[in-house]
């Protein structure tokens, strides 16, 4: 077994057509086919379900072998970079992860300050949905994530809460509920309401404090972008549920205001994630104590 036909075997996986491998790996499909079989050979077990009719479908023992081999390239990969890092004189490079929240509205200025000081550290972001950037880290395609989450808890990964981020309503400035006080979770029911996509971890925790409070919003929308979502409520469209970081700057502005979400615990976090046993080049350790100083941890409510 070797990572040749360990990096055959994740690609045919992962595209499902041997001329594709072959392809990305400027190798014959012949090849892959050797490939293939040498690593059934080697393992004594069938990795595919009736690989003769060409389809690629995965037994539940290639199943479990892909979860290594998988994990096994991106570990190759990683050790290949972090060693042309030290080759390059020692240039840093960075894969960072970030939800759009942290992406838009916290992290700019910490890399702008980053940079300036380390000229040398090439940083490379990633915007996803939260889960995804979980996902990316554990699986080695990223060195770390800034991510806002709910409860987080994962074996694999050190999980640091550096930022509470709790979700408050937002309207137009000529709504009535922008001068009423003590606002009860029934009286919300009357308003036209607007929430991000449900993927998104703000209409979880949003959906969650429904359910506690045992109330029905009328949702009129559902929206991807939280920008999208503040220029609706800028035209007097609904009121919306939103991180209140995501919110901060137009408030400051008078664009729209905020009332706090009645009977709300928040659950909502801003987290650096990284795996447990992730090694880091030099400057990779000089960002990640920057981000450690810059954002002093937190304690989750429980």
Do not use: C
Request: net charge neutral.
């Amino acid at each position: 077994m070797n990572l040749q036909q360990l990096n055959v075997f994740v690609l045919t996986v992962q595209t499902g057509k041997l001329s594709t491998v072959a392809e990305l790996l400027k190798i014959k499909q012949p090849t892959v086919t050797f490939h293939l079989k040498g690593l059934q050979d080697k393992l004594g077990v069938e990795l595919f379900e009736q690989p003769q009719l060409k389809r690629w479908i995965l037994t539940d023992a290639g199943e479990a072998f892909y979860h290594y081999a998988h994990q096994i390239i991106q570990l190759s990969e990683q050790a290949e970079q972090v060693m042309n890092d030290y080759k390059n004189n020692n240039r840093g490079k960075l894969q960072l992860g970030a939800s759009q929240t942290t992406a838009s509205y916290i992290l700019p200025p910490y890399l702008a300050q980053f940079q300036k000081e380390h000229n040398r550290m090439y940083i490379s972001l990633v915007v996803h949905k939260a889960p995804t950037i979980l996902e990316e880290v554990k699986n080695y395609k990223l060195d770390l994530g800034v991510i806002a989450y709910g409860k987080l808890y994962d074996p694999e990964l050190t999980i640091i809460p550096i930022m509470e981020d709790e979700l408050v309503l937002i309207m137009h400035k000529d709504h009535p509920l922008r001068i009423k006080k003590n606002i009860k979770p029934f009286e919300l029911s009357q308003y036209a309401f607007i929430l991000h996509e449900k993927q998104a971890v703000s209409h979880t925790l949003a959906e969650k404090w429904m359910l506690e409070n045992g109330i029905r919003l009328n949702i009129i929308m559902e929206i991807g972008s939280i920008q999208t979502i503040k220029e609706a409520v800028e035209l007097n469209i609904g009121v919306a549920i939103l991180p209140k970081l995501s919110v901060e700057k137009e408030i400051k502005e008078g664009r729209f205001f905020s009332q706090p979400l009645p009977n709300y615990v928040n659950e909502r976090y801003i987290y650096l994630i990284y795996r447990k046993n992730k090694h880091f080049s030099p400057m990779m350790e000089d960002f990640l104590k920057f981000l450690k100083e810059s954002f002093p941890e937190v304690v989750p409510v429980q």
